[in-house]
């Protein structure tokens, strides 16, 4: 199923999932692939951030499988979630893209991402999501996994940030040290809260 922004699916009973996410590079811009686990819309702690260099969460579930390079030229980065017995206190898996690229440059470089969710290993497809119409942002959450219940549910997030992956983790609650975020570029468009974003008409929860 392709989903559209702020739309979301119910996911079937599967033991586990992979997000891939893919785009073509252009000279000196790449990105990366990264899942924030969270309560209340926070991480507990420095584990639950699962990037390229800490490539697995705290408790083994999450873990960041790394990139490949694809036939066609594009390069696909991805994470899979072992569901089986994952942990209640988790409400939400966020899955982020930063750009990895020179200052100055931004994801109107490097646009459209594309978003899969599928039964780990890629046996089956189970939602779909392409990332477009970013423009100064640097990084992005793509989509989220979240519990309804006893149930699993994807949504289509697309909400950019413009301090790229430092900024991001921060705004999550990750201790990033002394980091400094990257500059903000002149009228950025509007903030939209990550966990509200606009939701077309007929897909509410």
């Not at 899942?35 to 960041?64: E, I, K, M, T």
């Not at 899979?80 to 440059?105: C, I, K, M, N, Y």
């Not at 978003?115 to 942002?137: I, K, M, N, W």
Request: with cysteine.
């Amino acid at each position: 199923m392709q989903l559209a922004k702020g739309a979301n699916v119910t996911l079937p009973a599967v033991d586990g999932l992979t997000v891939a996410c893919s785009w073509v590079p252009r000279p000196g811009v790449e990105a990366d692939l990264s899942a924030l686990l969270l309560a209340g819309g926070r991480v507990r702690d420095d584990s639950d951030f699962v990037f390229y260099n800490q490539p697995s969460s705290g408790d083994q579930r999450v873990v960041h499988e790394g990139k490949r390079v694809n036939r066609d030229g594009s390069t696909t980065d991805r994470v899979t979630v072992d569901l089986v017995g994952f942990d209640p206190g988790v409400e939400a898996v966020a899955f982020a893209v930063s750009l990895d690229a020179p200052h100055g440059r931004s994801f109107a470089d490097l646009q459209p991402l594309q978003v899969q969710v599928s039964e780990r290993g890629g046996a089956r497809l189970l939602a779909g999501y392409r990332v477009d119409g970013l423009g100064p942002e640097t990084a992005v959450v793509t989509v989220e996994l979240y519990r309804r219940g006893a149930v699993w549910k994807v949504r289509a997030v697309g909400q950019g940030h413009h301090d790229g992956l430092a900024g991001l983790a921060r705004d999550f609650g990750v201790d990033i040290g002394d980091s400094e975020p990257e500059p903000v570029p002149a009228d950025p468009p509007p903030s939209v809260e990550w966990r509200n974003p606009p939701v077309p008409a007929g897909y509410e929860l």
